[in-house]
């Protein structure tokens, strides 16, 4: 489990396709305090650490994992997002996120908005039940608000410190984007 408070900024160093997998190298600030078969999530993903080489550590996404997220938009140089797992008893500043993203969605458009910034995203319209006005959505990662919510959109007002702390201050239009829904919203759905 995750909260959705991103811890740094990683980057993409190598890429290797192996069969219907992809190896990713990435290089991180906390490499020290990583080790092999540890859990980390990578724009949301998590991805489990299976090898380390240099100052470098490897993760696998498998074709699930590249079917449902944008890791196959990924290149060499990407800044990713990076947060480790939880810890039981520690303060909860974001919201409950597992990692396991439920749809990609696309950056629509971005407007500076003289201190902060207001991104709106499309997302596949079959979701649309899993996301509420003022209700958290985790993006590439990222714990946030979402509100003026439509059939297949919603925005996010992103603070300056978020801006310059994670790598949202990349996305463009067009921008493919991780999207994992409120998991307690997708249990009460459930429950019908």
Not at 56 to 74: D, G
Not at 78 to 96: F, P, W
Not at 132 to 149: D, P, R, V, Y
Request: glycine share 8%; charged share 20%; hydrophobic share 40%.
């Amino acid at each position: 489990m995750f909260t959705g408070i991103i811890e740094a900024i990683g980057t993409v160093k190598k890429i290797e396709p192996s069969g219907t997998n992809v190896h990713f190298w990435i290089e991180a600030p906390f490499f020290h305090e990583l080790k092999i078969d540890q859990s980390v999530a990578h724009d949301g993903v998590c991805l489990t650490i299976d090898s380390t080489e240099g100052e470098l550590y490897r993760v696998t996404a498998i074709k699930e994992t590249l079917k449902k997220t944008n890791l196959n938009h990924w290149k060499i140089n990407k800044k990713i997002n990076l947060e480790r797992g939880m810890i039981l008893g520690a303060r909860l500043d974001g919201h409950l996120v597992q990692g396991h993203v439920d749809c990609t969605g696309t950056c629509l458009s971005v407007k500076e908005e003289g201190g902060s910034w207001l991104y709106t995203i499309e997302f596949p319209e079959n979701f649309n039940r899993l996301i509420i006005e003022k209700g958290s959505i985790c993006m590439n990662g990222t714990s946030l608000t979402a509100f003026h919510i439509t059939k297949n959109t919603f925005s996010v007002a992103i603070i300056p410190y978020t801006y310059n702390l994670t790598n949202i201050n990349e996305l463009a239009t067009n921008t493919v984007v991780n999207l994992e829904f409120d998991l307690v919203g997708k249990y009460v759905l459930n429950l019908k």
